[in-house]
């Protein structure tokens, strides 16, 4: 999977689940500062991405991840099966 995908795919998943338009939401963009999340919020993204991607995350591992750009490196870095994450699987 690219960067780009995991990206497209984590706006989607943040715009549904913080009512944003997803164009809202780019690899800078801060998730407490910029979009208001809270700890609910970035408790759900991760579930979400360990759900869709498979990847696993410890709660050091998502403290450190504070931008949308963050996020899309560890999916990435962290893909269990290469590049062959299940597109279907992660749609909202």
């Known amino acids: 999977m690219t960067r780009e995908e995991v990206l497209s795919l984590i706006q989607g998943h943040l715009a549904d689940e913080l009512d944003l338009e997803p164009a809202r939401i ?3 963009t801060r998730f407490r500062e910029d979009l208001g999340a ?4 970035l408790y759900t993204l991760v579930q979400e991405l360990e759900d869709s991607y498979g990847v696993r995350m410890t709660d050091e591992e998502a403290a450190r991840i504070l931008t949308v750009g963050q996020a899309v490196d560890f999916v ?8 062959d994450l299940d597109l279907d699987r992660a749609e909202p």
Not at 38 to 41: E, G, K, V
Not at 76 to 83: I, K, N
């Open 26 to 28: 780019s690899i800078e």
């Open 38 to 41: 809270d700890s609910l919020d």
């Open 76 to 83: 990435v870095e962290h893909d269990p099966a290469g590049s």
